[in-house]
């Protein structure tokens, strides 16, 4: 198999690049399998799945170097990994950035919110200043090990303080050195627009969440506009929600797994999904095999 290619050289393509959210083994290998170029680890997701609790600040830059850890392990594709603030101050930041990096992720989401942060959907927004929020940045830029390690900076300014404050926050990102600029949360297609017209030329990331604050639109539509990275990171999870939802009320009405409205994977196909034949061949070629059969 072809190795994947690094997140700047498929930026530098034609187009707009589609990430899906993963935040587990399981998704990370289903998204490879899908055929999508790279991949976007999810702090919502994350945070929902091995804590079972909301985005709000409350996962550990330790919990999510785990999930970074797993991601990695689980595909060979390129991702962006979400860093939250960073986990505290500019110290902090340079840790994140170089654990992230050495974990393996292909590129860290640092963005500018108050400790503690939320999802970039959600009310009560606040950030910090924006020379405090340009340092980190600039602290990012500095502590990464290479220019294959992506910097993406975003700004939850529009919330906070309006379109205007987070357009010149995102002109200072730009110039802290950070590589993909991510205004979250644009309120209509107009503002959206006024991003794209604004950095032309500079790769630019919109964050579509079913439901969000942000009109819904599809890659073609976003790179129309100027967009390079289309990013869809709830939509593995919201589904997997609703088909566990759907799942496990039939196993509670019907007493038996099968028969629910959503598909099953078939064990088998599951089984090669999560590598089985892998683990044979290693205990065939290592005499495990045989041992079995005693």
């Known amino acids: 198999m072809a190795e994947p290619k690094k997140l700047r050289a498929l930026l530098e393509q034609d187009g ?20 999508f170029d790279a991949l976007y680890m999810t702090g919502y997701g994350v945070v929902a799945s091995a804590l079972g ?16 850890r797993c991601i990695a392990g689980a595909s ?27 974990a393996g992720a292909s590129g860290i989401q640092l963005e500018d919110q108050e400790f503690p942060k939320k ?27 290479s220019r294959d390690f992506l910097i993406v900076a975003r700004t939850d300014a529009r919330y906070a303080e309006g379109l205007d404050s987070a357009l010149r926050r995102a002109e200072g990102f730009l110039e802290a050195g950070a590589d993909v ?43 129309g506009m100027g ?3 289309a990013l869809y990171p709830g939509s593995g999870f919201l589904t997997a929600a609703g088909a566990l939802q759907s799942c496990y009320r039939h196993l509670k ?17 599951m089984n090669d999904l999560m ?13 495990l095999a045989d041992r079995h059969k005693e």
Do not use: W
């Open 16 to 35: 707009c690049l589609t990430l899906p959210g993963v935040y587990d083994g399981i998704s990370a290998r289903m998204a490879a399998r899908c055929g």
């Open 53 to 68: 609790v909301a985005d709000a600040g409350t996962a550990t830059f330790t919990e999510m170097l785990d999930r970074v």
């Open 76 to 102: 060979s594709l390129p991702f962006i990994a979400d860093g939250d603030t960073g986990y505290g101050g500019l110290l902090n930041v340079d840790r994140t950035v170089r654990g992230y990096a050495a």
């Open 119 to 145: 999802c970039g959907h959600t009310e009560f927004r606040r950030v910090i200043p924006a020379e405090d929020a340009i340092a980190k940045i600039r602290v990012a830029v500095d502590a990464r090990p």
């Open 181 to 223: 600029l991510f205004v979250e949360s644009p309120e209509s297609l107009e503002e959206l627009r006024r991003v794209a017209e604004t950095f032309k030329g500079v790769p630019l990331l919109a964050n579509m969440v079913e439901g969000g604050r942000t009109p819904y639109l599809s890659t073609d539509e976003l790179a």
């Open 227 to 229: 967009f390079k990275i």
């Open 253 to 269: 009405s019907a007493g038996i797994g099968t028969g629910a409205e959503v598909p099953m994977l078939p064990f088998s196909e």
């Open 275 to 287: 590598g089985f034949p892998a683990v044979h061949a290693f205990e065939q070629r290592h005499g």
